[in-house]
């Protein structure tokens, strides 16, 4: 098992693992010759998963993996041990990751190269402990499977839809996200003593292309002007706006009632131009949300 790269986009790769930083305390890492594979699964109370790619191209250069598991790699790691590595490479002159081993303990190790301000070089090395998981280990990992989608609609920007959650997040556990096949979602949070719904109107409802995601039923379908709606924890909706961290310019939400609400958040897109698969296309990278509903 061998793996070596020259890190040539360090700032894309820590601004992904930074949006996964709020999720958990562990996350696995899955390397393919193509892409880059983050997945984590949270908790039983909190339900959220994340399962993650990015382009080998958009982040690497001289990559170069082998294993006897189709050249796969699959890792257990810390987020806050990569994290920590990951900033020092930034402004870093040369950065080198690869899969060793120290005392019979296999690590990720960032050789960060640099220079001082006297012109003198300067290696560090930061190594993160990783847990090397065996395919069958890895074949109980599944990304979920879920009915279609009832309503499919690009999301306001999320500095808009962040600023609004942080003024709600005191006023209740739950929160309520609806939207329409009118370029319409609400976000709404009540208690006792009061409800607040903020409106966002004039959004793009996307041409899906159903075959993009998996199906294991389906819904009979409302007029245009009808609202679905998927009540989740405020908790869970506030760590997928950590992906804020990625800048993305495309966000799709889709509303599957009494199941998830299921958000991808396109790394590096260009722009939108008819459906998920024309998204998928135009993309270096995706972070896939699934949030499960919550009863009131």
Not at 10 to 16: A, D, I, S
Not at 139 to 148: F, S, T, Y
Not at 196 to 224: C, K
Request: aromatic letters at 6%; proline letters at 5%.
């Amino acid at each position: 098992m061998r793996f070596r790269t020259l890190v040539s986009n360090p700032n894309l790769l820590l601004r992904v693992v930074q949006s996964i930083d709020k999720l958990a305390k562990g996350a696995i890492l899955k390397l393919t010759p193509d892409k880059l594979h983050i997945i984590v699964i949270t908790d039983m109370d909190s339900g959220l998963q994340l399962w993650s790619d990015v382009t080998v191209a958009a982040l690497f250069a001289d990559y170069r993996i082998e294993s006897v598991h189709n050249n796969e790699i699959y890792l257990e790691f810390s987020i806050d041990n990569l994290q920590r590595a990951l900033k020092s490479a930034q402004g870093a002159l040369r950065t080198t990751l690869k899969l060793t081993k120290k005392q019979g303990l296999p690590l990720l190790s960032l050789i960060i190269q640099n220079q001082s301000s006297t012109g003198r070089e300067m290696t560090l090395c930061q190594d993160v402990p990783v847990r090397v998981l065996s395919p069958l280990q890895m074949e109980a990992i599944r990304e979920p499977l879920v009915p279609d989608s009832q309503v499919h609609i690009m999301m306001p920007p999320l500095n808009s839809v962040r600023s609004v959650a942080e003024r709600m997040k005191s006023m209740g556990d739950r929160v309520a996200i609806s939207a329409n096949k009118q370029g319409e979602v609400t976000i709404r949070v009540a208690n006792d003593l009061v409800e607040i719904t903020t409106f966002f109107r004039g959004l793009e409802n996307l041409a899906y292309d159903s075959t993009q995601e998996p199906s294991a039923s389906s819904t009979p379908d409302r007029g245009p002007g009808e609202f679905y709606t998927a009540v989740v924890d405020m908790k869970n909706f506030l760590r997928f706006l950590q992906s804020y961290h990625v800048a993305p310019k495309n966000i799709v939400c889709c509303i599957i009632e009494q199941h998830a609400v299921v958000f991808y958040v396109y790394i590096g897109s260009t722009g939108y131009a008819g459906g998920v698969g024309a998204l998928n296309e135009q993309t270096c990278g995706s972070l896939t949300y699934f949030i499960p509903v919550r009863q009131v």
